[in-house]
């Protein structure tokens, strides 16, 4: 059988994108033309039966793109005024999850910010502001584009934003770029992240959010899963399914928590206490009688200040610490499981899997495996053919 030929017609590359795009092909068999990602050129001599492209304006490779006969699939939505298939980022998801995110760490002050008009922006912030009103939370959104806008500059404005919210505030920005600037804004100015403005960006660019004066958590979008996923209906096209009547979304993978995000703001000092505890502990198989009982208090009186407080039990805030290091032991070190299960409180590494599987929906190992992928892609310039 004759091997497709595919172009994946994306310059502007990440690569977790090329690598879902190049795992389609190798499993599939596909002859994948990836010049555009290497030297951003626009291949010569290319013939083929699909494509794979993201539209940008004004740009030879997006005309090129647009005068080419194959099939295409297209991913994010630039250009939506261009016709036929897309995948795209749920962005829309990425901002519920922000916000559920932030209010289980008990804030009540949120703000959505944004430099910049991108096609993106208006998802996230739907996401986030609906599902913080539909909790009973107000949020403040602040973006420098708003005509109202005084300043001139975009780091005055900035300063102005980080002086004149209420704190404790939760601030979703609307990528790790912006939210490390405010990051190291608000330490130039004494606000103290995370205690008095915690920070959350998106899509996850650990070159970015790790190197912040405060590393920055991020909600991380499934960048290699959103080409993987576009292969897969171009693909299917090519076998003479009808293309999807509207854009495919892709679900955020979750938040990477890091510095910027590690705080629980509770009034409530028994609920401080006892998560303090949880931390400390953490490698204990301790119960919550336990931490009841070091509390000077009863496991049914702690039970209530948590529904007050978190609307959550202590099990549950007990369980999401622990899963919580299990993610950062799977990540960071070669550890075996049961090692993993020793330094979190689990005592087993069996139940250790069942309680990170009902969390996540992975194994332990698919989960190592997944997050461990490299974030660089190395290879020749003659192998940009698969096979």
């Excluded at 969390?359 to 332990?364: I, L, Q, R, V, Y």
């Amino acid at each position: 059988m004759k091997r497709r030929r595919i172009l994946y017609g994306i310059a502007r590359n990440t690569y977790q994108r090329l690598e879902g795009a190049l795992r389609y092909a190798q499993e599939h068999d596909w002859d994948l033309c990836v010049d555009p990602a290497l030297t951003w050129n626009i291949p010569l001599r290319w013939k083929g039966d699909g494509i794979i492209a993201l539209l940008a304006e004004e740009t030879p490779l997006t005309d090129y793109v647009l005068r080419r006969p194959e099939p295409k699939v297209l991913i994010e939505n630039t250009m939506p005024h261009v016709p036929g298939p897309r995948v795209i980022n749920d962005n829309v998801a990425a901002g519920r999850m922000a916000a559920d995110y932030f209010t289980g760490l008990g804030f009540r002050h949120y703000a959505f910010v944004r430099l910049r008009d991108m096609y993106f922006n208006a998802d996230q912030q739907e996401g986030f502001v609906k599902t913080l009103e539909a909790g009973g939370h107000a949020c403040s959104v602040h973006a420098f584009t708003d005509p109202r806008n005084r300043y001139r500059h975009p780091e005055s404005w900035a300063r102005n934003v980080l002086k004149r919210l209420p704190q404790p505030v939760a601030i979703f920005a609307a990528d790790d770029v912006l939210a490390a600037d405010l990051v190291d804004l608000a330490v130039e100015l004494g606000i103290r992240v995370p205690r008095d403005v915690a920070v959350l960006g998106t899509p996850n660019i650990a070159e970015i959010a790790n190197h912040a004066r405060v590393p920055v958590s991020s909600v991380e979008m499934n960048e290699e899963g959103l080409t993987y996923r576009a292969c897969e209906i171009l693909d299917a096209i090519l076998h003479g399914a009808s293309p999807p009547p509207s854009p495919v979304r892709v679900a955020p993978r979750g938040v990477v928590e890091r510095a910027s995000t590690d705080v629980v703001v509770v009034e409530d000092r028994l609920v401080r206490d006892a998560i303090e505890t949880m931390r400390a502990r953490i490698a204990e198989p301790i119960g919550i009688e336990q931490i009841a009982a070091g509390l000077h208090t009863d496991r049914r009186h702690l039970a209530q200040a948590f529904r007050r407080a978190l609307g959550r039990s202590p099990h549950d805030v007990l369980r999401e610490q622990r899963i919580r290091k299990v993610r950062e032991l799977l990540t960071s070190t070669d550890l075996t499981l049961p090692l993993i299960a020793r330094r979190t409180g689990f005592t087993t590494h069996q139940y250790l899997c069942r309680a990170f599987r009902q969390a996540t929906g992975m194994t332990p190992s698919a989960y190592r495996h997944e997050k461990g992928r490299t974030e660089t892609v190395r290879f020749q310039r003659q192998s940009t053919r698969t096979g």
